[in-house]
């Protein structure tokens, strides 16, 4: 199918570390969002990129936090110095845009941070 | 400060009876309501949506009530079915943005 893909399903690392962490939206879809869920919490959003807009960043909990998005397709959320409080599932979604209301989501990427 | 809320963690209900899953927001600015469906290990799947121009929307067993004096919207779904056991999440959009403010999710469990 093609539906939102992210990578790696699964991460442990140690506090200290960076990671990337990758999402491969629907083709053809121009928005993408990064959310996360942290244990008994709900989604929370991070950031939202829309075609060639400067992205809605508003959700980044701090400047260890980054993401980008090359050529308006691919995504890639970057962790610098990571805490143990960014152990979380960190799910992509995308939608077609134009206020087009559902988004579609991947299947997450668990990250522990030992 | 939590703008969805989803006071229930968790509901029980047999198999061929009415779920009734709820769900409170704070900013009255939100113009549209939706529904996502959790399983494990997976991503959240949307379910039903609502505009706050609307009611009611229904689509099949599933039905979104929206109740803007109270700011209060339910998701019913009857007959449940066992396979409906997983988490609901109640998610707002606010105008103007497609930016989706999500509750904190309520655990169903269909049993036979």
């Known amino acids: 199918g093609a539906g939102v893909s992210q990578s790696p399903s699964n991460k442990v690392t140690e506090k200290g570390k960076d990671v990337e962490l990758r999402c491969d939206p629907i083709s053809g879809h121009t928005a993408l969002y990064w959310y996360r869920q942290s244990l008994g919490q709900g989604l929370e959003f991070l950031i939202y990129f829309q075609g060639n807009s400067a992205p809605d960043k508003s959700g980044l909990p701090s400047d260890r936090f980054s993401a980008e998005r090359t050529g308006g397709s691919v995504s890639t959320l970057t962790i610098q110095r990571t805490q143990q409080e960014d152990s979380a599932v960190y799910l992509c979604?995308?939608?077609?845009?134009?206020?087009?209301?559902?988004?579609?989501f991947g299947p997450g990427t668990r990250l522990t941070v030992l | 400060d939590q703008q969805v809320k989803q006071n229930s963690p968790s509901l029980s209900v047999q198999e061929g009876r009415i779920s009734i899953l709820n769900c409170d927001y704070t900013?009255?600015?939100?113009?549209?309501f939706l529904w996502y469906k959790k399983y494990p290990a997976e991503g959240p799947t949307f379910l039903i949506s609502?505009?706050?121009?609307?009611d009611k929307n229904e689509d099949g067993r599933f039905t979104v009530f929206l109740n803007k004096s109270a700011k209060h919207l339910s998701l019913h779904i009857v007959p449940s079915q066992p396979g409906d056991s997983a988490v609901y999440f109640c998610a707002a959009r606010g105008y103007n943005t497609d930016k989706l403010i999500f509750g904190t999710g309520t655990r169903l469990q269909v049993f036979p």
């Open positions: 900013n009255s600015m939100f113009d549209y």
């Open positions: 609502i505009s706050s121009i609307k």
């Open positions: 979604a995308s939608s077609p845009g134009n206020s087009y209301n559902e988004q579609f």
